[in-house]
């Protein structure tokens, strides 16, 4: 058992041994052939699709799956990889870019399958051979490719760089705009030649508002190139207060479903903007869609990647995008490219890729044997002339320009490394992490004067031209610049239209109109419409003493308080000042009211001057008719006070000159009263009242009742007096000049003690009203305060109802008629009797009967 078991482990150990004697590592699978390759001293890798899709075949997985089975060859990326030749044999025949030195080239056919692109990258990565080694040092070596241009897309791209990155090894796109990709933390080794959609979807988002179309579809490839720039397209554009009515995204190997299921979302849109963030080969699919169902009379906005590709215009039969615009790649010339490109025969090769290519272009077929007949065979030496075709277009001359000075970058950064002058030091050890921090830093000039560098992320700088299609006779499709974005100029330089006539969908010259909402005139605001998005509102009107003076106003502003909206409410109009004027009727009526009563006053003063001595005004006290005349005229005049714009003055003499003027009228009526009361009484058996109540005591009392007046007038004055005030609540539409009472209790103290005077001279007529028919004085003087009541007891309901100026106007009436009353029924008619009937104007009429004694 012991002997078994040695002989077990000696077995085991032999075949150890004779397994060492094995290759240590072997590469698995085929080794990838390049599709075009040429030697040199350093080798760069290529990566195109030449063909834009492959069969699909089911795997039974019981044996090994079959390469991938390539179609529809692709004219423009075989024209790539003409550009990246044609650059590389041109730096070969420098003898200034790196001297001496040959650089070749891999460049390998990926079907635009990503797993395929990954599995090149990983060849280009290797040494690709499928040899066995005892020894570690074939695999160990330094890599044979030292940078790779390609890939076309972002998501190839992003499968690229990830492989890549750990590597170092450069790989630089002429095609993928992902923003993604800059991101330095996760693909580190990736540069470009094309700016990042970063800028892109923030230009086609500002491109969008300058045209005012805020209501908009979106249609993007669902990968990353659509996915990511779609992302921060619908960022900006809320930013900027643009709204997606919808966003579909679909793959160029969606089914049927897929697409009907989009095509009827944008069939009951209400937009007529569609931003398509779309690959050619999505472009395609969706433009055949389309036609399909008819659907034509929405304006496009492209993304680079198709707006100016011939292939697509030319697919462009049924006018669906006509009148499109978009961002492109500036113009771009490479002198020799174009005939170095169309002299095709150097790209002969064993793979069947030269065969294929030749029978495509020239649309004809190589006889494989005697037997096969074609209407056309090919013969190998066919002449381009006069064909014309997307292989002989040179419409992407700006992505040859992108991939042109992706190669002169990798050779400027080798030229810096080896210290070419002369000659270059071929003895320094390349390592792909020097060459790509060089390929960072480089800052050159093409030929043509265009700088040639890269930022912090690896990108270059953003500059775009605006391109809008506009349709000719013939059907072909001229892409006419209309204008520059340059990202690095200031916010409101950075997109630049020129003053050129463009052309619309259906094509039209007029702006299309792609809004959810009507824009808002001033004089409105925006309300949101519930459920809907924010460009989505209804216009209202603002509301009285608010304005909006901007379209598309979110709100609106409260006029200030000595303004008001006018009726279109779009501008706050200074409000009308208001006051009772001289200048207007009413105003010109009271004060004509005002100085007829003074000079009536006047009048009656001259014609009792006049009768002074008579027995009329003797009987009547004459000292106190003068000074109730003087004071009635006093309170005509006070009338005129209270018309005119307020001042600090006039506010406080108003008041306080009428509450004087009236109390010192009515105080000498008072007088006038109690003397008549007095004159009777002084005619009973043993009274001596007249000699108590004499011309002295009478001046007492009309100075001593006025005196209560001034000393409530100063108080109101020294405490709170009066002050003009612009009253904006009475009127919304006006501003009522006025005085404010500063005051009310000032106020109605004074109204309150003229009516406390009145009342009491009211009561002492009254009672005075059965003296002789003869002698008048009591029963006129009951009268006239009769009517002095009745106007100021009326005046307070209508003082206070009355809006603005006609409240004042109201106080006016109030001084003129009861000033009026007192005048007439005290003194005119007495007038009469002086002055129609003198013959009355006697002593004895006067006492009657013989029983008053002259006064």
């Not at 395929?116 to 990983?122: F, N, P, T, W």
């Not at 495509?360 to 044997?369: D, G, N, Y």
């Not at 406390?756 to 009211?762: I, K, N, P, Q, Y």
């Amino acid at each position: 058992m012991r002997n078994q078991y040695s002989l077990l482990n000696f077995l085991l150990l032999l075949a150890s041994f004779s397994r060492s004697e094995e290759s240590l590592c072997k590469q698995r699978g085929d080794p990838e052939i390049p599709q075009l390759s040429k030697d040199g001293d350093i080798m760069l890798g290529g990566i195109f699709y030449f063909h834009s899709s492959w069969k699909n075949r089911e795997n039974t997985y019981t044996q090994k799956p079959l390469p991938l089975d390539c179609i529809r060859l692709s004219f423009r990326d075989i024209q790539f990889a003409q550009a990246m030749r044609f650059a590389i044999e041109e730096i070969n025949n420098s003898t200034d870019l790196l001297p001496a030195i040959s650089l070749g080239y891999n460049i390998y056919d990926t079907c635009r399958s990503s797993v395929r692109s990954i599995q090149v990258a990983l060849a280009l990565n290797n040494c690709n051979e499928n040899v066995s080694s005892t020894s570690k040092e074939t695999f160990t070596r330094p890599v044979q490719i030292q940078a790779i241009v390609g890939e076309n897309s972002s998501s190839s791209s992003t499968a690229l760089a990830t492989v890549l990155g750990p590597f170092h090894i450069p790989l630089i796109s002429h095609f993928a705009t992902c923003a993604c990709l800059s991101d330095k933390t996760k693909y580190p080794s990736f540069l470009r030649t094309i700016p990042s959609d970063y800028y892109q979807s923030r230009a086609l988002a500002h491109l969008v508002k300058h045209f005012g179309w805020t209501w908009v579809g979106a249609v993007r490839s669902n990968e990353d190139y659509g996915n990511n720039g779609m992302a921060i397209f619908t960022e900006t554009a809320q930013q900027l207060g643009i709204c997606l009515e919808y966003s579909v995204s679909f793959f160029r190997t969606d089914s049927t479903k897929t697409l009907q299921n989009m095509i009827d979302i944008i069939k009951t849109s209400t937009s007529k903007v569609i931003v398509a963030f779309l690959t050619p080969t999505e472009m395609e699919i969706l433009m055949k869609e389309f036609s399909n169902h008819n659907l034509t009379g929405y304006q496009w906005v492209g993304s680079e990647s198709w707006i100016f590709d011939s292939q697509i215009a030319a697919l462009n039969k049924n006018h669906i995008l006509d009148g499109a615009i978009g961002l492109s790649i500036p113009k771009a010339h490479v002198s020799g490219l174009r005939e170095f490109m169309l002299d095709v025969k150097p790209l002969n090769s064993n793979n069947g890729l030269f065969t294929e290519f030749w029978e495509a272009l020239f649309s004809c077929k190589f006889k494989q044997s005697q037997s096969e007949e074609f209407q056309r065979e090919c013969t190998g030496h066919e002449d381009l002339t006069g064909v014309e075709n997307s292989f002989t277009d040179m419409s992407l001359m700006p992505i040859f320009n992108n991939i042109y000075k992706g190669v002169y970058s990798v050779a400027h950064a080798l030229h810096n490394i080896l210290d070419c002058n002369t000659t270059c030091n071929m003895s320094v050890q390349l390592d792909s992490f020097t060459i790509l921090q060089h390929i960072r830093n480089v800052h050159f000039k093409t030929n043509k004067g265009e700088e040639v560098y890269f930022n912090q992320n690896g990108d270059p700088s953003a500059k775009y031209e605006i391109i809008n299609w506009q349709p000719r006779e013939n059907g072909i499709v001229d892409f006419v610049s209309v204008g520059l974005y340059d990202a690095s100029l200031p916010e409101h330089k950075k997109l630049n239209l020129q003053n050129k006539t463009l052309i619309w969908s259906q094509n039209s010259k007029q702006v299309p109109v792609s809004v959810c909402s009507e824009k808002c005139p001033p004089g409105t605001r925006k309300v949101l419409q519930k459920g809907k998005p924010v460009c989505c509102y209804d216009c209202i009107r603002c509301a009285e003493g608010e304005m909006s003076n901007t379209t598309d106003s979110t709100n609106c502003v409260r006029c200030s308080p000595e303004s008001w909206s006018n009726e279109r409410r779009d501008a706050c109009v200074t409000k009308k000042v208001e006051y009772l004027s001289f200048e207007e009727v009413m105003g010109q009526l009271l004060t004509t009211a005002s100085l007829f009563g003074t000079c009536l006053t006047a009048a009656v003063t001259v014609i009792f001057f006049r009768h002074r001595k008579t027995p009329l005004v003797r009987a009547n006290n004459s000292e106190l008719s003068f000074l109730l005349l003087f004071s009635l005229t006093l309170c005509f005049l006070c009338s005129l006070t209270f018309i005119g714009r307020p001042s600090e003055w006039s506010c406080m003499l108003r008041h306080t000159a009428f509450g004087i003027t009236f109390v010192l009228c009515i105080s000498c009526i008072l007088g006038k009263t109690m003397v008549v009361l007095m004159a009777f009484k002084s005619t009973l058996p043993g009274a001596n009242v007249m000699k108590l109540f004499g011309p002295t005591q009478q001046r007492l009392c009309v100075l001593g009742f006025t005196f209560i007046q001034v000393i409530i007038c100063i108080l109101w004055l020294a405490t709170s007096p009066p002050f003009p005030s612009k009253n904006f609540k009475q009127f919304i539409d006006k501003i009522i000049l006025e005085c404010a009472l500063g005051s009310d209790v000032a106020f109605w103290s004074v109204l309150g003690y003229i009516g406390f005077l009145a009342v009491l001279c009211f009561v002492l007529a009254f009672l005075a009203r059965k003296l002789p028919d003869n002698f008048n004085e009591a029963k006129f003087i009951t009268f006239s305060m009769l009517i002095f009541c009745a106007v100021w007891i009326t005046f307070i309901p209508a003082y206070v109802s009355s809006p603005g100026k006609f409240s004042v106007a109201v106080e006016i009436f109030a001084i003129l008629a009861s000033s009026f009353g007192l005048l007439i029924f005290v003194f005119v008619p007495k007038c009469y009797i002086m002055l129609m009937k003198p013959e009355k104007n006697t002593k004895k009429n006067m006492m009657g009967k013989g029983q008053l004694k002259s006064l």
